[in-house]
């Protein structure tokens, strides 16, 4: 089980929930962040109390998801959440060790993904 | 060392965070966010433009804590956010290499866990 | 790769800023969360309905990067951050099994992080 971790423009969020659903993608989180990524221009130099950083607002997705599911997973949220301009972010994979579903208090792991999606979820 | 996140319903909050503290688990983070679980209604159908997604507030807790205390700590989130409803939520365990203090600059780790346990934390 | 992740008081979020971009760490993602941590006073105690729990205002800067980077950034963050008193917050560190730019659609590995590092970033 991994989390799929995209951190992307707010206005291509709606198109990638629609390239996720898809796909069978159906759980996801979402929250608002502000950030920055690799700073090419001259400006923002030091300036001591002036001194000024822009943070740009992005929205961040979270998808935990079988294994099998992870490369699929992430070529969609590219093709969905890409402009080709710079700033349309990162995806991220982290381990996941465990999950649950409060709801049942049961383990939520891969094999109910597979019951899940040989249901035609 | 683990992360326990969890997400749960707003209005569970406060319950959950009485049952942690009652097994004696007083630091942890939060934050807004919003999301979807499994999808069994036929409503959010493609709609070209049209097309809404419906994304339910929530709130997520982190849990960051040696691992003796996963186990409990994950039953007692799910006794206090479960309602039994659909939409009650899921609990992640994530692998935290390195914990340290800011104000100390110190390592934070289990040992640190320990002692402050005997001293009846 | 990595994710640093540093749970920090408000106002020392722009110092922190500085600190990373004078070791030449110029991208991460900003939220904003509210927690506790170790509870040391006498306030708080169980009161049935009346029981309020007071959750401090926090930022959680995240910091993806290559394994290298980690000992430096974290001493960075531990001096920009820390005032000395109680509540200056955490760094956690988590592993990262994959990195992806949207707008490349390539894969953001350590050896690009070494090639840009090379070029002077
Ligand atoms: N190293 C990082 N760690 C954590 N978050 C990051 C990192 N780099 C970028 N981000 C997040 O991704 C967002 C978008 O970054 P961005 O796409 O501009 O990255 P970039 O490396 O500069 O690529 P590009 O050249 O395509 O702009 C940032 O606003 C920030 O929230
Ligand atoms: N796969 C997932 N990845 C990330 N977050 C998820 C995922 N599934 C659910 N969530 C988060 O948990 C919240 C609650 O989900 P929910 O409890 O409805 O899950 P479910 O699998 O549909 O279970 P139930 O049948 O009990 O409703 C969602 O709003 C979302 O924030
Ligand atoms: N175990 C934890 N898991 C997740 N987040 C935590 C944890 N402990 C603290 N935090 C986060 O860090 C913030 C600051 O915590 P704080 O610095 O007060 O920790 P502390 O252990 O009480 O140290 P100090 O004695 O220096 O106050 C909290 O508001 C919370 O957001
Ligand atoms: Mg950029
Ligand atoms: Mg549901
Ligand atoms: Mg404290």
């Known amino acids: 089980m991994k989390k799929i971790e995209?951190?992307?423009?707010?206005?291509?969020?709606?198109?990638?929930?629609?390239?996720?659903?898809s796909i069978?993608?159906?759980?996801?989180?979402?929250?608002?962040?502000?950030?920055?990524?690799k700073q090419k221009d001259t400006k923002g130099v030091y300036r001591g109390k002036n001194y000024q950083v822009t943070l740009h607002p992005k929205v961040k997705l979270e998808i935990v998801l079988s294994d099998y599911l992870v490369e699929s997973t992430i070529q969609t949220v590219v093709k969905a959440a890409q402009t080709g301009e710079e700033g349309?972010?990162?995806i991220y994979v982290?381990?996941?060790?465990?999950?649950?579903?409060?709801?049942?208090?049961?383990?939520?792991?891969?094999?109910?993904?597979?019951?899940?999606?040989?249901?035609?979820?």
């Open 88 to 90: 349309d972010g990162k």
């Open 94 to 121: 982290y381990p996941i060790l465990e999950a649950y579903n409060i709801r049942t208090g049961k383990f939520d792991d891969d094999i109910d993904d597979l019951v899940n999606r040989e249901e035609g979820l």
């Open 24 to 37: 069978g993608i159906t759980g996801f989180t979402v929250s608002q962040v502000v950030g920055r990524g």
């Open 6 to 21: 995209a951190i992307i423009r707010p206005e291509r969020l709606t198109e990638t929930i629609k390239g996720l659903k």
